[in-house]
């Protein structure tokens, strides 16, 4: 099993910054893809971001591009996410995912291990 946990949410005004982590333990973790997705009420789980096993490989949802970033650290088990110029409709509940494969993937089925997720709000 590989736990995450994620922390770093909150309220910020729009135009302001976050930076997510992603804390991982309980197995290899440079043997996982990692993924930011995110859910706002009423709405669909939507991926945001990914990073492949090697740092090599990114993607992102086309409304982040340019404003967020993924990384990763597998020296200390860790994913990040920093969002900047943040914007009303980032308004979600973010999660991170894992898999155990080298590549990417934009689906959320094709995720093994979830976190159980924190909030980011953006709000005057």
């Known amino acids: 099993q590989l736990q995450l946990v994620e922390s770093g949410g909150g309220l910020v005004q729009p135009g302001g910054s976050l930076r997510l982590s992603c804390a991982a333990s309980?197995?290899?973790?440079?043997?996982?893809?990692m993924a930011w997705f995110r859910q706002a009420p009423g709405k669909e789980r939507e991926f945001v971001a990914a990073i492949s096993w090697s740092h090599g490989n990114t993607n992102y949802l086309d409304s982040v591009k340019g404003r967020f970033t993924i990384s990763r650290d597998n020296v200390k088990n860790m994913v990040y996410l920093q969002m900047n110029s943040l914007k009303p409709e980032d308004t979600a509940a973010y999660s991170c995912?894992?898999?155990?494969?080298?590549?990417?993937?934009?689906?959320?089925?094709?995720?093994?291990?979830w976190g159980q997720g924190t909030q980011v709000t953006v709000s005057p």
């Open positions: 309980g197995r290899t973790f440079s043997y996982y893809s």
């Open positions: 995912a894992a898999r155990l494969m080298r590549d990417i993937d934009t689906r959320g089925e094709s995720y093994d291990y």
